[in-house]
């Protein structure tokens, strides 16, 4: 297996141990919202996401389950949420539908909505995948303070290098108790890592991610470590 280079290890050892302090939780599945931004710049890595995101279900199924709810923006004010899909069919059916289109950021549109479904029934986690932030800051960071409040942890996968978003979406993780990671579009290992991560979160709690590290090696194996020092 190739190895990363050494500042994308670095990051995504960074990442999975800031998942890794989330608060703990019982095991038993969970639900998970998945928030794409689908606008023009980032249709190559849409169809990347599609392809890999089966693996979020299959690393979980023995926990209890997953739910995931995909929500996308794109276009002229458009912002959608998926009906929970509970297998990897349903959500790869449900992503192939979505075509994107050029149009501005509607980040708040995604927080505003997972508090709102928090409320009806609990959310485990919100995934946000971007590239950029258009939007006010302030707004963002409020509403990333309350998911904080619901422990509902963002973990943010940023594509690209852009200084404004990145600045914003540390921010929205560290106001909701979740984790930032930039990402390399070419990597697919790398994003299929990082999403298996954090939904194995989801379904099970920290306890469950470290024995994923356990498991699978990596950079996940690498967190067990880490986590193992921190504890003692």
């Not at 095991?27 to 931004?37: S, T």
């Not at 209890?64 to 297998?87: F, M, P, T």
């Amino acid at each position: 297996m190739a190895k990363l280079p050494t500042s994308q290890a670095d990051d995504v050892a960074q990442f999975l141990k800031k998942v890794a302090k989330t608060p703990a939780r019982p095991a038993g599945g969970g639900r998970l919202v998945f928030a794409m931004d689908a606008t023009a710049s980032r249709e190559p890595s849409w169809d990347q996401a599609s392809q890999i995101q089966g693996d979020m279900f299959s690393e979980t199924s023995v926990l209890g389950g997953l739910e995931v709810q995909l929500v996308y923006y794109r276009g002229y004010g458009e912002c959608r949420a998926s009906k929970w899909a509970a297998n990897a069919a349903d959500l790869l059916r449900l992503m192939s539908s979505v075509r994107c289109l050029g149009g501005a950021t509607q980040i708040a549109k995604v927080l505003t909505h997972t508090i709102k479904e928090n409320k009806r029934r609990t959310v485990n986690a919100l995934v946000f995948v971007g590239d950029a932030m258009e939007e006010d800051i302030d707004d963002l960071c409020h509403k990333a303070g309350q998911l904080g409040l619901l422990k509902v942890p963002v973990f943010v996968f940023h594509e690209g290098g852009d200084f404004i978003a990145a600045n914003a979406f540390k921010q929205i993780a560290k106001l909701s108790g979740g984790a930032y990671c930039p990402f390399d579009a070419s990597s697919a290992r790398q994003l299929r890592e990082l999403l298996s991560a954090v939904a194995v979160y989801a379904a099970g709690g920290r306890r469950a991610l470290l024995d994923y590290g356990e498991k699978t090696g990596g950079a996940a194996l690498r967190l067990t470590h880490q986590v193992s020092e921190t504890r003692k």
